[in-house]
């Protein structure tokens, strides 16, 4: 008799680039030139991440679409979709979808979750509903059509709003932190190898985590700043023990590599 202890609140967490592109640091930061540096190539990864155990499958976020991909010029290595069938994940199956916040490189495939219940912070769904949201500094990194759908999501109440923090499930916690944008969140993962913290736009680049060098796109600069400093708070006090950034390459080396797009922390017998 099989008396092995399934653990209900431990995962692995998947982490799955379906994109790419090469740009210049002076692109991705804000007022670059005060850092001092020369200008010089950065890689922006274009990462989604699934959570899963045993009992069940979190997911966060969803990628771009290839539509917007391509009027952004952005380079397509996978789409969402075969990205979830190489994991054997089915989107379409009612797992809870975790969304860190509305721009167009995480929520362009929402329509691949018919049944989910999606969990976003209270404040950045309110604010994608004001005038403000629509100045072409600030809807420029959101796609019309992908805000459309969040509307009905929330008029047909599949949305789940929070605020502050909340937990998805055992092991599983969503963060508010806000300044990338209003409500911008971040998930820690209980894993056989520490607590991870998934950071996503919280921050973007390891060295822009390290340095707190504001990213170019913000509605808050304080607040981006203070949101830095709480990830290293929490790296500093134990209360996280990985921390995955959302754009940076680097963040393929963190687990178990399945291939050259995706990487597994914590990895189970699933």
Do not use: C
Not at 109 to 131: C, G, H, K, Q, Y
Not at 140 to 163: D, P, V
Request: aromatic share 8%; proline share 4%.
């Amino acid at each position: 008799m099989n008396t092995a202890v399934v653990k209900d609140d431990e995962y692995e967490v998947a982490i799955a680039r379906h994109g790419t592109r090469v740009g210049m640091r002076s692109e991705a930061f804000l007022n670059y030139s005060l850092s001092g540096e020369p200008d010089s190539v950065i890689v922006t990864d274009y990462f989604l991440w699934v959570i899963r155990n045993e009992t069940r499958t979190i997911f966060v976020d969803t990628g771009f679409s290839a539509a917007a991909a391509q009027r952004r010029g952005r380079t397509v290595i996978s789409s969402p979709a075969d990205i979830y069938r190489s994991l054997g994940v089915e989107p379409g199956a009612g797992w809870p979808l975790i969304v860190t916040h509305a721009h167009w490189d995480h929520i362009g495939n929402l329509d691949l979750f018919p049944t989910s219940p999606i969990w976003m912070a209270r404040s950045e769904v309110e604010f994608w509903e004001t005038s403000i949201s629509r100045a072409p500094q600030i809807a420029h990194f959101t796609e019309a059509s992908e805000l459309a759908e969040l509307s009905h999501l929330r008029q047909s109440r599949r949305l789940r709003l929070f605020e502050g923090s909340t937990e998805i499930a055992p092991g599983v916690r969503v963060l508010e932190v806000g300044g990338h944008t209003p409500g911008q969140s971040m998930v820690t993962v209980a894993t056989s190898v520490g607590t991870v913290l998934l950071t996503s736009d919280v921050a973007h680049f390891r060295e822009e985590l390290r340095d707190e060098l504001p990213f170019v796109a913000l509605t808050d600069l304080p607040d981006s700043i203070a949101g830095y400093r709480r990830v290293k708070e929490l790296l500093a006090s134990g209360a996280v023990d990985i921390v995955v950034t959302g754009h940076d390459q680097a963040e393929l080396e963190l687990g178990e590599r399945v291939n050259s797009n995706l990487t597994i922390i914590g990895r189970r017998n699933l």
